[in-house]
């Protein structure tokens, strides 16, 4: 009979005591095991060896080096990081309460987390790589696509999204250079998927959220990996949408959606137009609920959206479209 393995978490603060304050917490916690704990500074990812973590819990206000740090770690993460901002108390029971929080993403992860007892310590996975060319249903995999505006229209929407929603996303969205670990910071905060950055050779899985880095070109293999190579990505809007939602759409094929949100411009009209000649779907951002209503409204006069609605609405269509799949599952 399969049972659950636990929730691997990699623990991360500078400060000795907040970081054994939240060991404890996480160790007397039914569903999770700490298998590594100590500084960010210094850290690798590999030096967990044989039992690599499913997740990795960062205390931001023990951390000394501040944003480069945290830009490190998310590109070489090879697991969602999740970032603790608030202090660590005593009373009402926090550290029991963020340990449930961590416990629920394993609930939450079903069978994506699970080995028969007795077998080796193999890597446990929150959820199982989305497939390329996946055409059943509803598209399982999302491109999000914004500009100016974008952060606060992204905001609403994965903040309109259930734990266990059958899809996972990618996420391009125009910023400056040294900005990715704070716009995946901001999105997680109140998010319920794991928002992370993007790490060349892993798989987009299900329900979790990628952000493409600014500095280098993103693309797909057949497979589905990710490539993320030092080369400059055509035109000057970094990341290219356009770019993002091609490949998605060339990879994914009818199991590929494009959501566009807030921005300035057309960036993301091209790659449209590509992920839905390949049978894919493309929602917009309404424009009366979009800071800058220009790049969804060029998606519109193209004649490629099936949908428009508030970030709000957008995603609770997509919950109801996900529904009959899941239901059938």
Not at 202 to 227: C, H, K, N, W, Y
Request: aromatic residues 4%; negative net charge.
């Amino acid at each position: 009979m399969p049972e659950r393995a636990p929730l691997h978490v990699a623990l991360l603060a500078d400060d000795p005591e907040r970081r054994s304050a939240l060991q404890r917490a996480l160790a007397g916690q039914r569903g999770l095991e700490v298998v590594w704990d100590g500084a960010l500074a210094g850290f690798d990812p590999e030096r967990l060896g044989a039992r690599p973590a499913d997740l990795i819990l960062v205390d931001l206000p023990a951390l000394s080096g501040g944003v480069d740090q945290c830009e490190r770690l998310l590109r070489q993460a090879p697991c969602p990081v999740l970032f603790n901002e608030g202090p660590v108390r005593a009373e009402m029971d926090w550290h029991g309460i963020m340990a449930r929080k961590l416990d629920a993403l394993a609930r939450v992860a079903g069978p994506g987390v699970t080995r028969s007892a007795g077998e080796g310590e193999g890597p446990a996975t929150l959820a199982r790589p989305l497939t390329p060319g996946h055409a059943e249903g509803s598209p399982r995999v999302w491109a999000l696509g914004a500009s100016l505006g974008g952060p606060d229209a992204l905001t609403r929407f994965l903040g309109g999204l259930p734990a266990a929603v059958e899809a996972g996303f990618i996420l391009a969205q125009h910023m400056g250079p040294g900005m990715l670990p704070l716009l995946v910071e901001q999105l997680g905060r109140d998010a319920a998927l794991p928002v992370r950055a993007a790490s060349p050779g892993e798989r987009l899985r299900m329900g979790e959220v990628l952000v493409v880095p600014v500095d280098r070109s993103f693309r797909l293999t057949p497979a589905g990996e990710i490539q993320l190579a030092a080369e400059p990505a055509a035109g000057s809007l970094r990341p290219s949408i356009d770019d993002v939602f091609a490949t998605v759409g060339e990879c994914y094929g009818a199991g590929a959606g494009a959501i566009v949100f807030s921005g300035m411009g057309q960036d993301g009209l091209r790659g449209a137009r590509v992920l839905r000649d390949h049978g894919g779907l493309v929602w917009a951002q309404d424009s009366a609920s979009a800071a800058i209503g220009s790049m969804p409204d060029a998606v519109r006069r193209a004649g490629l959206v099936s949908r428009s609605g508030t970030p709000e609405e957008l995603a609770r269509q997509l919950v109801a479209e996900l529904q009959p799949v899941t239901a059938g599952a």
